[in-house]
């Protein structure tokens, strides 16, 4: 089993639409929680980091579920620019600050 | 402004050949990682370090090699025993205190024919 799991997509919204994306992890010892953002061809960018009393950043909401090792982004009134590809990502320290990254969720807004 | 470069931005090589990827950062970070991106896919971690001289194999080190002489500096080389290198090749770093969070350079995209 991959130890984040996300739903490839591709996700496709109209322009204003609310979308929302959602990520599984299957180690229960992990311990901190990202959401990226990826351009095409271009480096992952940190979107929020997601706290355990979710977290909310302009139009952007971000919960986690420790019971059920579940990670969601909320994405309100979609723009244009938001299309992206969303990465998921968990971190584990055991002797090391690992990271595991799943394969990304495929957000295409329309007008 | 603080953050990663990563040079060059595309390179060419024949098959056969080393190659040398460069990756500095001046965020003061002691942790550094490579990760390989293939087309639509996830990214695969290739080599890390903690510290200074220290760094440990990733998920898909074969074929690569890496030196942690300087805290800001993880070269990555692609040898020629690496099968399938044509790939985007990504350097991040993260702090190991406070938010652990993680932060990646532009990348190198390597073609190898």
């Known amino acids: 089993r991959k130890e984040v799991e996300q739903d490839p997509g591709p996700f496709n919204v109209p322009e204003g639409a609310t979308v929302a994306f959602n990520c599984t992890y299957s180690n229960s010892a992990s311990q901190s929680f990202f959401w990226y953002r990826q351009d095409c061809r271009k480096e992952p960018k940190l979107l929020m980091s997601?706290?355990?009393s979710g977290n909310e950043d302009g139009r952007f909401t971000a919960q986690l579920n420790r019971a059920s090792q579940y990670i969601s982004l909320l994405i309100r009134d979609s723009k244009l620019s938001d299309s992206a590809t969303y990465l998921c990502v968990v971190n584990r320290m055991n002797n090391f600050n690992k990271f595991y990254f799943g394969s990304g969720t495929k957000l295409n807004v329309k007008p | 402004d603080g953050g990663i470069t990563q040079s060059p931005k595309y390179l060419f090589r024949k098959e056969g050949q080393n190659v040398t990827l460069s990756c500095e950062q001046n965020?003061?970070?002691?942790?550094m990682y490579w990760y390989r991106q293939d087309p639509g896919q996830g990214l695969r971690l290739i080599y890390y370090?903690?510290?200074?001289?220290?760094?440990q194999k990733g998920d898909i080190a074969e074929g690569y090699s890496v030196s942690r002489e300087k805290k800001e500096s993880f070269p990555l080389t692609v040898t020629s025993a690496q099968k399938n290198p044509t790939a985007f090749y990504l350097c991040?770093?993260?702090?190991?205190?406070?938010?652990?969070?993680?932060?990646f350079g532009p990348g190198t995209r390597l073609t190898v024919t």
């Open positions: 370090s903690q510290i200074v001289n220290d760094f």
């Open positions: 997601v706290y355990s």
């Open positions: 991040a770093s993260s702090s190991s205190t406070g938010s652990y969070e993680q932060y």
């Open positions: 965020l003061n970070h002691d942790a």
